[in-house]
T-cell receptor, first 117, second 115 residues
Framework: AQKITQTQPGMFVQEKEAVTLDCTYDTSDPSYGLFWYKQPSSGEMIFLIYQGSYDQQNATEGRYSLNFQKARKSANLVISASQLGDSAMYFCAMSEISSGSARQLTFGSGTQLTVLP | ETGVTQTPRHLVMGMTNKKSLKCEQHLGHNAMYWYKQSAKKPLELMFVYSLEERVENNSVPSRFSPECPNSSHLFLHLHTLQPEDSALYLC??????????????FGPGTRLTVT
């Protein structure tokens, strides 16, 4: 079974509007972390936001917020006030903290976001 | 510049060649990783060096061999590769502490083409 599922291969959003990118995960580990990364066409993976499984509040970083619904095992990324520079591939990833000292990120297949002018 | 550098950025090699990819991190992290990103597939973790422990993905062929001489440098030695090994190879580093999570910082990647 896939540990990270991103069901939207591609998304379009109008500039200045908000967009939600979906991510669901599967783990039996009680302690885990969820990450979102952005990958522009240049190839570099850029860290955006992190949510710990025990965090009580949803994480926010500027225009990025994470809609964490633990019971549903979802960790959707919300980008507010989209900008043209937000056009990129977005990856959801998970680290299972209890699995040992060597943390390993498991990535989803990604969502290609295109911001329209 | 993210603090993680990779060289070369692009590499074209024949199937009989031997080459090495280099990664260096300037962040004082204690863990380093190699990932493979093929077209239309999720990023695949290949190797982890963390707190003097090495973890490897058992599905990685032996034609890939990592080397981590110290906490700042990581190499991926390549030999007798196949065309399906053509991909973007990403290096990452992170600070690992028991019970605490820090994000991995990625390098710009090496675009490898095997002819």
């Amino acid at each position: 079974a896939q540990k990270i599922t991103q069901t939207q291969p591609g998304m379009f959003v109008q500039e200045k509007e908000a967009v939600t990118l979906d991510c669901t995960y599967d783990t039996s580990d009680p302690s885990y972390g969820l990450f979102w990364y952005k990958q522009p066409s240049s190839g570099e993976m850029i860290f955006l936001i992190y949510q710990g499984s025990y965090d009580q509040q949803n994480a926010t970083e500027g225009r990025y917020s994470l809609n964490f619904q633990k019971a549903r095992k979802s960790a959707n990324l919300v980008i507010s006030a989209s900008q043209l520079g937000d056009s990129a591939m977005y990856f959801c990833a998970m680290s299972e903290i209890s699995s040992g000292s060597a943390r390993q990120l498991t990535f989803g297949s990604g969502t290609q976001l295109t911001v329209l002018p | 510049e993210t603090g993680v550098t990779q060289t070369p950025r692009h590499l074209v090699m024949g199937m009989t060649n031997k080459k090495s990819l280099k990664c260096e991190q300037h962040l004082g992290h204690n863990a380093m990783y190699w990932y493979k990103q093929s077209a239309k597939k999720p990023l695949e973790l290949m190797f982890v060096y963390s707190l003097e422990e090495r973890v490897e993905n058992n599905s990685v062929p032996s034609r890939f061999s990592p080397e981590c001489p110290n906490s700042s440098h990581l190499f991926l030695h390549l030999h007798t590769l196949q065309p399906e090994d053509s991909a973007l190879y990403l290096c990452a580093s992170s600070q690992q502490l028991i019970g605490t999570e820090f994000p991995s910082v990625f390098g710009p990647g090496t675009r490898l083409t095997v002819t």
